[in-house]
């Protein structure tokens, strides 16, 4: 079904053959650019979102209560309305009465009060927390994850994304980054006429029938494209004209000779033709609704389409798609193997390992998970050390120049100083449980850069040089026969004879490291060896909070047997079902909370 696109001047145009391919039971897949505020899982997250600013919002707690994972019926949420409008209160007050409601069952009492302290909780929440936290918050603690979860819904999952996405953008920019404000700025988009911004890569994905407009067409290309509503005034479109134009002598292009409309409007039917490897249709009809029938696009007649004969017969044009609705079963949630990542990681092969349904999970299904304090305070600690041995290095190398002083080291980058701004400046204040964690984790990280400075200043490290540049932060994308593992060394350093790789982490170290633990340095190594073509003399993981490090190198066995391994999985993970590994493990997972599977014993 890849091999098919139908093309639309507008968006609006896709509606009638998104509604026929539905009937038909064809799997499709509309790809609009615009519209993600009205898709309605977001507009569940939007409305849950304004009950936690205002609960008073009727319209918002009436979506709320006919979701699916709550499970209400539609007769008794009607009791609810009407006892509402009769009491003259607002839904969410009506819900405060529910002993007074002889109508409603004692197991949909029960699921409104579990609504009602969630409500409560996640209010509190939304006044201490930042969005992202609310949103991981209202996903796992409703269900509503759960729910999509066991449907295998991707489609609204990659979406939840999508709108997490936005979230955290707003979180880097926003001064108060509260729930509040992020409403204010939601609805001054809606009202703006803002409809959101909808992120789709047309060559992944499914097996679908693809719908979209020929501006989304631009750099695709299809063995079949049917080219839609080529009648008069849809295509070419009717001119709108700018509401102030500007006179003739005032413009200093040269305007183009003729009808520049015109011409845009045949540019536009070119590049959608030319969306076609094998197969080119164009469709057209008399009847759009209104009274009077349409006329063939210009654009046909040109083509020596003007005699009706050539136009093929509607029974015929149905055929097709009539034999095709037989042999499809269509299983919407199913995730077929084109959902797979292009390109794995380390973390990607670890999890697998781990549980082949926890890796589905996270890498295929993308489900949004709630941060980690651990993880906030290792991405606070690698930012830091990594801006401060680039401007140290910076400076060094300044100063080896001569160009300032041997006392003109004021913001050399290199003083204690200066690497503690940088730690108040990269720590992320995020997903910490409580103010005393994240206290103890500040001072935690204090002590870190205090007794890093103290190392730093008795024995520099050199960084080594890639492309004339320091070797901190190094993305690699490494290939393996056909798959490739991309990954980012923390840094790099000078070594007698060769190089050393240096990989910090916050954990607490091990008494020894065996096969499993050197893995991803030896990654590195292969990595190092093959693309930066680096004799690597030494591999260090340096623990940051204890100061121990614990190095090796990777002999030629072990990198061969590792490489074996990396295909190895990947073929596994190419061919896998996903199931899942319950055991010990799981009270670990991020997604024990979703997973039917889970060993909560």
Known sequence: YNDFAILVRANSHAAPFVRALERAGLPYQFLASRGLYSKPVILDVISYFRLL??????????????????????????????????????????????????????????????????????????????????????????????????????????????????????????????????????????????????????????????????HAAKGLEFKYVFLANMVDKRFPAIERKDPIELPDELIKDIKPKGDAHLQEERRICYVAMTRAKKGLYFTSAEDYGGQRKKKLSRFLIEMGYSDKSQIPNPKSQNEFFRRKAVLVKRNKNKLPNEYLPEHFSYSQLAAFQKCPLQYKFNFIMKIPIKGKAVFSFGKTMHGALFEFLKNANEFAKIKQEGLFGPGDNKNNGGNFDYLAGLYEKNWIDEWYESKQQKEEYRKLGRKIIKDFYEEFSKNPPKIFKIGGAAALEIPFNLKLKSYTIFGVIDRIDEKEGGAAIVDYKTGKPKDRLDFDDKEQLLIYQIACQEIFKIKLKELTYYYLESGKKMSFLGRDGELEEQKRKIIEIIEQIKNSEFSATPGWQCKFCDFKDICDFADRS
């Open 53 to 214: 600013d205002n609960c008073h919002e009727s319209s918002s707690l009436f979506r709320i209560l006919n979701l699916d994972f709550l499970g209400i019926q539609e007769q008794e949420t009607a009791s609810l309305t009407l006892y509402s409008h009769k009491k003259t209160k607002s839904l969410f007050e009506t819900l405060q009465d529910l002993p007074l409601l002889p109508k409603i069952s004692a197991k949909t009492k029960e699921k409104i009060n579990f609504l009602l302290a969630l409500i409560e909780k996640h209010t509190r929440l939304a006044k201490e927390r930042g969005v992202s936290e609310v949103f991981a918050a209202f996903l796992e603690d409703s269900g509503y994850l759960k729910s999509l979860v066991a449907k295998e819904d991707s489609e609204k999952i990659d979406l939840l994304n999508q709108f997490y996405k936005k979230i955290k953008r707003f979180e880097e920019t926003a001064k108060d980054p509260g729930l509040k404000n992020f409403m204010e700025e939601i609805s001054l988009e809606l009202e703006s006429g803002e409809e959101g911004k909808l992120e789709f890569d047309p060559e992944k994905g499914p097996d679908m029938i693809k719908v979209m407009t020929i």
